[in-house]
């Protein structure tokens, strides 16, 4: 595994808040500047005029995403046709569908890709996918995945996935090739630039260790490399919209996903030793918020109301900002995102209660598959193993929240655990009436309610999702880092509770025993009015990429590639490992593409993909049967060990 270095990223960090924490102590309240400040301190102003700045999420877009829908689109088909070419869908007239999705708007497929959680892992394997479905790495073209990227109209990510996308975006989803050799993938921490959170609490802004989070993570990741005097913590979530690919409707729309946590004395709090956590039926009936580059809010839940994302921290009141004073600048792409990262609540409530409370999604299952053949026995501690390995990631951060809390202006450590945003929602008429009471909104990881994979923007009706690849290498289910279904599951229960279209999905037990979480597996071909999904687990192909970590890991170029063509081999299956399987799969990934646009046109659907989803489709079979646990070998390389691999990616004996 990775040679761990948390201490120390900690111990560098707290030493660089020496100023910070002279700058917050005795602060006053919150004074008045009239421009942007081109760092990461908010500034007020007067309100434009004819602006509306909350709406009822009604289950319809907003004006602003309708409008560069339209954009999208064309550039869809235009993209769509380009991959088709690429991978050569056998008895599909490429030509002759193209035409007919041209002559009717509705048959053009609305294709969504989502970024699990899961610290650097995660971020490594989103960034895998990303890679292998871009139609401008040439490693994706040759494996006939390239180009489904170009055709994508959403992305959404959480955690360690939001934290993958928020660069990603920032770039205007430049390649993410090119993002390496700028630099843009950097995990080096600028010492000096903590120093900015105290601009923000000046003007009276709650701060916390998502602000500490968001500027650790995304200092060098959110820079500008045409104009390197522009202060990275100043680039915003809403300037996106005026970005050149995405303004034009050239690239996809980066949505984050959050979840929230309760304040005492209202409906749905929950709390371990005056820490705020999610309360238990949060799992089916929690918010879920979202942000996109033109609004944040829930379609569902206690908000079911949107605010625009440029007004964020503004204080309203029935939907209007107070003394017409607006704020700009709050939604900082980079504390957007670390605002994704708070998950330290659950890691403080796990480590002070020796793992009882604050578990992450995990299935009591009788165990787990370890290869296509033979059962490994589950080990009997398999709960304590899960928790030892998750208080090795975090029990840095976790010691360092006293220093934190005092050197964030002498608050305590239930202060600082949240992200905390000034709640647009006051006096909402559009809202739950005790969500209109709260002055702030406290956002925490969107992981929290059990669910991973940041699916549930993707599956609203507003948004007509026709295929969804869910990119799941959250590691949180098994003590080996594999996944064995639970978060997926866990989001169909959830889309069932809210009475939102998803295909039916199968039990842990079910999924292990029949290898979807070793081979990318759909759900949904045989059943109508729900999204295609195809599920796909991180697996060993070529490397053991099961490398949890919430500390700052710099990968060299070879490391990132190594880990990005794992990911590569998962979609492209270039080695065919299942019995009884005929199909290409890349040829299946096309046609999950398409295929609810065929359906639409009534066109016919070519055999070879009616093939792929007889192959690779949850047709209902059950097998709650006892698994064996889930630790393969490299599946393209079995006869290589993992001390072997260890030393071989980071070339030492460790």
Known sequence: MAREHTALIISTR???FATLAVSLLGLPLSSYALSQSGNYTPTFYECPS???????????????????????????????????NTVGI??????????????????????GLTW?????????????????????????VDARTGGLLQATTYVAGLSGGATGLGPVAIADFQNIEVMLQQGLLSTKVNQSAFAEIAGKAEQGFDVTVADIFGIDLNYYAMKDPSNNSVNPLSRLWSDITAFSNFSTGLSPMAIIMYNEVIPKGLPGHNSFEGILIPADNARLEGTIYEASPFEFGSWQGRGSAFVKTQFLGTNFSNSQPVNNTCVQGFDSAAFMVGSADSAINYWYAQSKSNGTVGQFAKRNSDGANSSMSSKMPYPPNEDQLEQMKLEKATTAEVDALPEYAQLLGNQTVDQILYASWPNPFIDSNYTDKNLRSQDS???????????????????????????????????????????????????ADWAKKQGLPFPKVPTVNTMLNLNHTLFPTFYGCFEENVPLVLFAADAPYTEYSNLTSVATIEYSDEQHEKLWNNTLAIYSQPQNLQPNVTSDFPTCIACGAIYRSL???????????NTCFQDHCWNG??????????????????QTTFEQWNTSFYNNSQ
Do not use: H
């Open 90 to 111: 056998q008895g599909l007239n490429i030509s002759e569908y193209i035409s007919a999705v041209n002559g009717t708007g509705s048959a053009v497929p609305t294709i």
């Open 599 to 609: 359906q639409r046109l009534n066109m016919s659907i070519p055999d070879v993909c």
């Open 116 to 140: 699990s959680g899961g610290g650097t892992r995660s971020e490594s394997s989103d960034y895998g996918q990303m890679r292998a479905f871009d139609g401008r790495v040439a490693a994706a």
């Open 441 to 491: 909104l406290y956002l925490v990881d969107g992981s929290e309610y059990g669910q991973e994979n940041p699916i549930v923007p993707l599956i609203q009706p507003a948004r007509t999702p026709d295929f969804i690849v869910v990119n799941d290498a959250c590691g949180s289910e098994l003590s080996s880092g594999w996944q064995n279904g639970t978060n997926f599951i866990n989001t």
């Open 50 to 84: 004819g602006q509306t700045f909350v709406r009822n999420a009604s289950q319809s877009l907003s004006s602003e995403e309708a409008a560069w829908l339209q954009k999208r689109r064309p550039n869809v088909v235009q993209a769509l046709q380009t991959y088709l």
């Open 14 to 16: 707290i030493m660089a």
């Open 621 to 638: 079979t059950v097998d709650n049967s006892q698994p064996g646990f889930l630790a393969p070998p490299l599946l393209y390389s079995p």
